[in-house]
């Protein structure tokens, strides 16, 4: 399975099979390329112009929106549902966390979640393998709030996302802080967009991608 980080929370995973998903398209307000991946399924976690634009992906791929998820003989993807800040949807409305059944694999994409995981929530996500989470803060969790989630599920990949870049000007902080919860061990810097997982490492690992350049 290979996962390639297009910018904020959109990444293309595309299957053994060849079988490709979306996950939270942009549109052109932001400054990472457009997404120019023809994916058979897109999901979108939460209704911002930085996470729904599903008009600007080509083709005619699934649309995958609500919590009740969508299965068939190549995906099996469930939703949960959460909040985008830590008082209940007030300030930025709710948001969808989608856990994916690929290539013998759970993979769970967090969207823009705005607060810690309840204990019903991290129930839902456990035996997750892959995770991936945003850690800028401001507008999701920060930093030491992801590090919380990944110690309650301790997955063995973790990717993380909506975080400051170069290119990038909102008020979110980068990928470092987050980084410093872990041992440079535990640290792959891919220095590219693209990652290719064909067997969980033996030690929890976490895959820090470059958007698309």
Known sequence: MKFKWWGQASFLITKDDGTKIITDPYNEEMPYKSINDKPDYVTVSHDHFDHNAVNAITGQPYVVNNISGFKD???????????????EGAERGENIIFMMQLDGMKVSHLGDLGHPLTSNQADKLKDTDILLLPVGGHFTIDANQAYEVIKKLDPKVVIPMHFKTDILDLPIKGVDKFLDNFSSEKIEKVNNSEVEIDKLPDEQTVYVLDYVK
């Open 73 to 87: 003989k190549k995906v099996d993807i469930k939703g949960i549902s959460t909040y985008h800040d830590d008082s």
